[in-house]
């Protein structure tokens, strides 16, 4: 059985970066959950007026209702993708929020190395905005981009808590420091 990392965290944690880190270092395909399956995702470049109408329409519990849904519904098929390749002859690396740590631990391979990104709230937050291009946005745009901050930090936080119940490693993708040590030690584990 091949080796599988399995990023997991909410949006705009850094999963994509460490993800392609491990993966360009190992030699090792990249997968993302995000091109697995179809969610109305972030309200930005452009509000597609499906995206607009999820988050204008529906209050924050429907919306993170929603994603858990997704989520849920996914995951066989995500799971199936997982041990497809974890019968190649080459490790993979998968990254995307819809690895629940909850999902993740169901996993039977002694192979399989989960790892999870966290950051505070006020991280989240900034790079979030920042990236959204937030203060260029109108009001309408800006409700939509807080509405997709609020489940973002909601799903950090139920990510976090899930993952140290369930004793699954977390990085802070704040701090620079802990990621690049973590990223190290995993390249040697695996390399």
Do not use: C
Not at 130 to 141: E, F, L, T, W
Request: glycine share 8%.
């Amino acid at each position: 059985m091949a080796p599988l990392v399995l990023i997991f965290g909410t949006s705009h944690v850094g999963k994509s970066t460490l993800a392609a880190r491990l993966g360009e270092q190992l030699a090792w395909p990249v997968y993302s959950t995000d091109k697995m399956g179809r969610h109305p995702g972030r309200p930005w470049p452009e509000v597609r007026e499906p995206v607009a109408e999820h988050y204008r329409r529906l209050s924050d519990e429907t919306i993170y209702w929603f994603l858990l849904t997704h989520q849920e519904n996914i995951w066989p098929h995500i799971s199936r993708q997982i041990a497809e390749a974890g019968a190649q002859d080459v490790g993979s690396v998968f990254e995307g929020s819809a690895l629940r740590p909850e999902f993740l631990v169901t996993l039977e391979s002694p192979n399989t190395h989960p790892i999870g990104l966290y950051a505070e709230d006020g991280f989240l937050r900034d790079r979030i905005l920042q990236q959204s291009g937030y203060a260029g946005r109108d009001a309408v745009q800006r409700q939509l981009i807080d509405k997709f901050i609020t489940r973002s930090l909601r799903q950090n936080a139920d990510f976090r808590e899930t993952a140290t119940r369930l004793g699954l490693p977390l990085v802070d993708a704040a701090d620079n420091v802990a990621l690049a040590e973590f990223t190290d030690r995993m390249l040697v584990a695996l390399g």
